[in-house]
């Protein structure tokens, strides 16, 4: 299936609802546990969600817009969340976040792309020449893949709980193929 | 962490909503599609999830506090949804998840579970002997195992369109490790 601008922001304009249905006001036990040392929570993933609305997907995608291949993207940083999130609540994490992605939606739908414009190429400081339109797809992939994530990390934490049923449950044998 | 049926109840509450805000009215590319022959869509995960909360957990549940070890539970129809599903619009099924889990909860709620309770034993077909605690912490397990297999159809969707990309989307490498 090729890159549908509307499709991408069906999708990325759900996100920070089903992030509300699935996490506000669940029991810390499903939300604050980590699959293990040097393994995210879902309130860290919360976290690294709203780093990307900051510096992620719409700085990228103005850079692209604006300069093209001639300017490198400023790397993610991964870890920001441990520090930003400090102190706060999920419930203030999970506003944030819908906030963001609302008001970046809007910028996005504001620029009225043309087939032209998610052709423009940009340049990814490990990947290389990269499109608009593989920026605004990996956007709405990586929200999939946290949600992904979440469900895999909530899981974990009924891991013995489920006795032998364990053999059955899919998510119970995902590694996460990538860290974290 | 140990089974706890009130952790079990919040997280069982939230799935139809959940489904609700990813699902329903989003575009049918990303509803109907599937990972390729033999899979499934998120559509036919909406319906199995029907089929066990029809068959599965509350019945199973029943038949573990009247008979015990002595009465196996009716094998699991994993292909059900086919039939049960046919015609129906997702917003249809969504409607019919939300309403039966909610029944669903009002009669477990209604047992008054105790810890003695929890741990009385029953037969699996091919499991053999289990917990009422274990069944209950799988009917949560299954809808994450369902949440995680839905982002990673929907993922599948961008697999061409993310580009280079994908080989940082952990959702992108899962194979299912199960199947469907």
Redesign the interface.
């Known amino acids: ?4 601008l ?2 991408t922001i ?2 990325l304009a ?1 996100t920070p ?2 992030l ?3 996490l506000r006001e ?2 810390e ?2 939300t604050r ?1 980590n699959e293990g040392e040097g393994t995210w929570s879902a309130y860290e993933v919360v976290g690294h969600l709203i780093h990307g609305e900051r510096t992620d997907w719409m700085p990228r995608a103005k850079i692209i817009l604006q300069f093209g291949e001639t300017k490198t993207f400023e790397p993610f940083d991964r870890r920001a969340q441990a520090r930003t999130s400090q102190g706060k609540l999920l419930s203030h994490l999970l506003d944030e976040f819908a906030r963001l992605r609302s008001e970046n939606l809007d910028e996005l739908r504001a620029l009225n792309l043309s087939t032209d414009d998610l052709g423009r190429r940009g340049r ?1 400081p490990a ?2 020449v ?2 608009l ?3 605004l ?2 956007w ?3 929200d ?2 946290h ?3 979440i ?2 990390i ?2 974990h ?2 891991r ?15 590694g ?3 860290s974290p």
């Open positions: 299936m090729e890159h549908n509307q499709h069906s999708l759900r609802e089903v509300n249905s699935l669940l029991p036990v499903w546990r990814h990947l290389g990269v499109t339109s593989e920026l797809a990996t709405t992939a990586h999939l893949t949600l992904h994530q469900s895999r909530m899981a934490q009924y013995d709980a489920v006795g032998p049923w364990s053999a059955y449950l899919g998510v119970m044998q995902c996460g193929h990538s």
